[in-house]
């Protein structure tokens, strides 16, 4: 009975004696708490982590991939097939800002060696805050100018273009089949709530419609506003994600809208009843490839950058994701728009960039959303 | 109460709680605040492309939590006080909505209601418009009531019998009772509810990323400027924004709270039943549970029969190529349930204790912890995931690998839930029951154990279970930390999903839900054979 005793009737404890209960409570927490910290989860998945983190032999490369799963698992096959001797870790999220954000993340101790996919604009971010390798493979020389840093940062090696997509079955039914061949024909009423358009405030796809419009008209701002809200009379909705758009559109939610080549290919593909449209003066993005500074394996990651750059994989990337190669002598996917027979806008990736902010809040104004 | 100076055990216990919250909830959160830094805030909050979102974000949040926490409490209501059969059932289709991995769920919506839905223009020739506030606000009072039910219902069930039959036998009726007795002592259960419904409202991105069209808000527009723009440094100062929301309702919960006492279980034995609800009350909850659950199974359905089909809608020939893809990436999904599971177990308990010190004891800096342990759930999970990814990805941590990571980021992001039933639940527990076992000679860490822990299983199993379905299904937590070896089922639906493969993403969705629901009902049975057993002893 001594416990309750000393509770309830001898004086407060001395302030001396609170602390260094205090004190060594504090010192044993930062111990025990780094203890407990481990101890629970660590027998579970002690087995998967040494087969990740445990240094490899020296042949190894962690690429960080934007690509989809479908392109990714014959690609870097394909790689190591090629290239004996390197072998890869894979860590695949087809969410190239995701990424970019994770390298960002991880800069005080780097655990991916390439960046690979989307567009040049998340590899640019990289290259500015000094994340990135500089590296000009021997293989960039064929790639376009315009399509590879000047700084030599990050090498394009393919091109996504912004096109149409529409449902097989409506457009027949509601739009006597006529598919659209310019933007200017969205204007059209009778397309008037039938499109579904990605948000050009939100996705990146939505962006670059917006920018394709302000390149058409040469810079002319007031123009493109002017389609811009033409064309926002047609929208039924606006959605938050690109791919979603081809998804309703697939489903017969809406008949059609504006949308990535490559994406709405790769969901024809699964056997969805939609369809491509090929537009004039349209906008692109450059799929882009890095080497990220202070990586597990600098060494290993630029064989495979050069490889990237060769024929044989430009022609299996263009297989199996239906984009188009920058690598010159490429044949284009079926049924895909090439850079020879697609006409694009001029379009400027760095002053688009620049200058997002102020033509989303200016487009925002100018249809009263 | 007694002041803590005088229990080292209890004082040690908190600090090594209090230790690791602030290292693994603050010191991650304040890498992702830092990054704008001033200019970086100032730039984002003078570009005012903020101020529409924070509108809607407020808006959705108002009207979606007034639903979700009514729907909650007409269903705990009906679990708890109404004599309908197929309650096991109700159960576990009231947990379902929780179970949903982000990109695929609110797809059915879509497919069911949307302007060519199976049920909108199939069966009712409409095509309604559901991108925006509307059908958002639909898709959240069914995504986030579970929460509410769950808080709700657990202190429902503590009410006192006694007290409802003692105002029955003075002759009040069954409104009446509801009206003066249940409503009032169930507000430590709703004032929990309505604030975690409202944080985890505020927080989603989920389901406005698919369905909130145009009606963009916060946690959307801080997720497409990383993926649309590359622009990490807005999206952190969004991210901040809605820390600052969640402290404004954090503030406002205690006012709701008030200073009144809830306490309803007291030393002396209750074995006396509840007061029986009349027959058509009992009916009526069958029937408002019945369409609820129906409707909840339709939006699984399609997930089921997606899953089953070559291309739904458009082709319903059978297949079962879908499943394919499962074999050869079982790891993601076994890595899912084991971080899971464990993470659950030890949150659940974690919250559980916390909880116990915060409500029991009195101390400096109780409050600051208090809304610590409720921070978690107004973090975006993408913010969560990035400060891991920051915080942790430096050498002098190389020794906490992956899954111990992810298991890590998984219990301290889902401590919310379970903390705020137990918390609620303490308050209805009077303090003479474990200060009796301490006056016997007990430690109140034993009172803790003996006492509090048994009348309390039911927070504790609320804080697995929520736990538990949020780490299966969260994305954006674990997107910044999986490896290669630590891969989850998310992640590769994820992977589905991008790929347009919509039959592969639903059978893989539902082997995860399938899998979860199993566990749950494990889970469920073997606490419910042990509360039985409880009351066959006591009685």
Redesign the interface.
């Known amino acids: 009975?001594d416990?309750?005793q000393?509770?309830?009737f001898s004086p407060?404890?001395s302030r001396r004696e609170?602390l260094r209960?205090?004190g060594?409570?504090?010192g044993?927490?930062?111990a025990?708490?780094i203890l407990?910290?481990?101890a629970?989860?660590?027998p579970?998945?002690?087995p998967?982590?040494a087969?990740?983190?445990a240094p490899k032999a020296s042949g190894s490369i962690s690429i960080y991939s934007a690509l989809?799963?479908?392109t990714n698992d014959a690609f870097f096959a394909a790689f190591k097939a090629a290239v004996p001797g390197i072998d890869v870790?894979?860590?695949?999220?087809?969410?190239?800002?995701?990424l970019?954000?994770?390298i960002?993340?991880?800069k005080?101790?780097p655990?991916g060696d390439i960046f690979i996919g989307g567009d040049r604009?998340?590899h640019d971010?990289l290259g500015k805050q000094g994340l990135l390798e500089n590296y000009v493979s021997p293989n960039a020389g064929a790639i376009p100018t315009g399509f590879k840093d000047p700084n030599g940062f990050w090498t394009g090696w393919y091109v996504g273009i912004f096109a149409f997509v529409y449902n097989t079955s409506r457009l027949a039914a509601e739009m006597g089949g006529k598919k659209p061949a310019t933007w200017d024909d969205l204007l059209d009423p009778a397309w008037k709530g039938k499109i579904i358009m990605p948000?050009p405030?939100?996705?990146?796809g939505?962006?670059v419609f917006l920018a394709t419009q302000v390149f058409r008209f040469n810079k002319d701002e007031a123009k493109a506003m002017d389609y811009m809200k033409k064309f926002h009379a047609n929208v039924?909705?606006?959605?938050?994600?690109a791919?979603?758009g081809?998804?309703?559109v697939?489903?017969?939610?809406?008949v059609g809208g504006p949308n990535w080549a490559h994406?709405i290919l790769?969901?024809k593909a699964?056997?969805?009843?939609i369809d491509l449209a090929v537009i004039a003066d349209t906008g692109f993005e450059v799929g882009s490839v890095s080497i990220i500074k202070g990586g597990p394996n600098t060494a290993a990651a630029k064989p495979f950058v050069d490889w990237m750059l060769t024929k044989d994989a430009g022609a299996l990337n263009v297989k199996l994701s239906n984009r188009v190669s920058l690598v010159p002598g490429v044949p284009p996917a079926p049924g895909a728009p090439t850079l020879d027979t697609v006409k694009l806008v001029n379009y400027d990736g760095v002053w688009a960039?620049d200058n997002?902010?102020r033509l989303?809040?200016l487009w925002q104004t100018t249809v009263g959303? | 109460m007694?002041?803590i100076?005088?229990e080292?055990t209890v004082?040690?216990v908190?600090?090594?709680l209090?230790?690791?919250m602030v290292?693994?909830i603050i010191y991650p959160q304040v890498q992702v605040v830092i990054v704008p830094g001033l200019d970086g805030y100032f730039s984002f909050l003078g570009?005012q492309?903020w101020i529409k979102p924070l509108f809607n974000s407020i808006q959705i949040m108002l009207a979606s939590t007034t639903t979700a926490v009514t729907l909650g409490f007409v269903y705990a209501y009906s679990m708890v006080y109404s004599e309908m059969p197929w309650k096991p059932f109700f159960r576990i289709v009231g947990i379902l909505p929780l179970l949903s991995p982000p990109f695929v769920v609110a797809?059915s919506y879509?497919?069911l209601f949307?302007?060519?839905?199976v049920i909108s223009y199939g069966v009712f020739g409409q095509s309604p418009?559901i991108?925006?506030f509307y059908g958002l606000w639909g898709v959240q009072t069914i995504a986030f009531f579970p929460f509410a039910y769950q808080l709700i219902a657990d202190v429902l069930a503590r009410n006192d019998p006694r007290l409802e039959q003692a105002a029955r036998n003075l002759g009040a009726g069954t409104w009446n009772v509801f009206r003066t007795i249940t409503l009032p002592l169930a507000r430590p259960g709703l004032a929990a509810a309505i604030l975690t419904t409202a944080i985890y409202i505020l927080e989603d991105f989920g389901n406005?990323?698919?369905i909130?069209?145009?009606f963009?808000v916060l946690p959307?527009?801080a997720y497409?400027l990383?993926?649309?723009?590359?622009d990490?440094t807005g999206?952190a100062a969004v991210s901040t924004i809605l820390l600052v929301l969640a402290l404004v309702l954090y503030v406002a919960k205690l006012r709701i709270e008030g200073n009144r006492s809830y306490v309803t279980i007291s030393g002396k034995a209750t074995s006396i039943p509840r007061p029986p609800v009349p027959r058509a009350l009992t009916a009526a909850c069958f029937i408002a549970c019945s369409i609820l659950a129906v409707f909840i199974l339709m939006v699984y359905g399609v997930l089921i029969v997606s899953a089953l089909t070559?291309?739904f809608?458009?082709?319903l020939a059978l297949t079962s190529k879908n499943f394919e893809y499962l074999g050869s990436h079982s790891q993601s999904l076994i890595?899912t349930l084991?971080?899971g599971g464990?993470?659950a177990i030890?949150c659940a308990l974690f919250a559980l204790l916390l909880a116990f010190l915060v409500q029991r004891k009195e101390w400096w800096g109780r409050q600051a912890v208090d809304f610590m342990a409720i921070m978690p759930a107004a973090v975006p999970g993408l913010f969560f995931g990035?400060g891991y990814?920051?915080a942790f990805?430096?050498?002098i941590f190389?020794?906490?690998?992956?899954?111990?990571l992810i298991?890590?980021s998984m219990i301290f992001w889902n401590i919310p839930v379970g903390y705020q039933a137990a918390i609620a639940g303490l308050q209805q527990i009077d303090r003479s029951l474990d200060e009796a076992a301490?006056?016997?000679?007990a430690?109140s860490l034993r009172g803790f154990r003996d006492i509090l822990f048994p009348l309390l299983r039911s927070a504790l199993l609320t804080g697995f279970v929520t736990a538990f379905v949020r780490a299966v299904t969260t994305l954006s937590v674990v997107?910044?930390l999986?490896?290669?070896?630590?891969t989850l089922a998310t992640?590769t639906i994820?992977?589905?999903?991008?790929?347009?493969?919509?039959?592969g993403a639903t059978a893989f969705t539902v082997s995860v839900i399938g899998m979860a629901v199993i566990v749950l009902s494990g889970v469920y049975f073997i606490s419910g054979r042990r509360a039985g057993l409880q009351r066959t002893a006591g009685g």
């Open positions: 009975m416990k309750p000393i509770d309830t407060a404890l609170f209960w205090l060594a409570g504090v044993l927490a930062a025990g708490g407990a910290a481990c629970p989860a660590a579970a998945v002690a998967t982590v087969a990740t983190v989809n799963q479908s870790q894979l860590l695949p999220l087809a969410a190239a800002g995701a970019q954000t994770r960002i993340a991880e005080a101790s655990k604009s998340f971010v948000s405030i939100t996705t990146g939505g962006y039924a909705q606006y959605v938050d994600s791919p979603n081809i998804q309703f697939a489903q017969g939610q809406f994406d790769t969901s699964q056997g969805n009843p960039a997002q902010k989303t809040q959303l | 007694r002041s100076s005088r080292p004082v040690l908190l600090a090594v209090v230790g690791l290292m693994f570009g492309t797809v879509i497919l949307g302007p060519r839905g418009l991108l925006g406005p990323l698919l909130a069209g145009q963009t959307s527009q497409s990383i993926e649309g723009f590359g990490f999206a070559v291309a809608p458009n082709n890595n084991k971080f464990i993470a030890i990035i990814a920051t990805n430096q050498h190389d020794w906490i690998d992956r899954g111990m298991t890590l301490t006056s016997l000679g430690s997107i910044f999986f490896t290669p070896g630590t992640i994820f992977q589905l999903v991008t790929d347009f493969d919509w039959g």
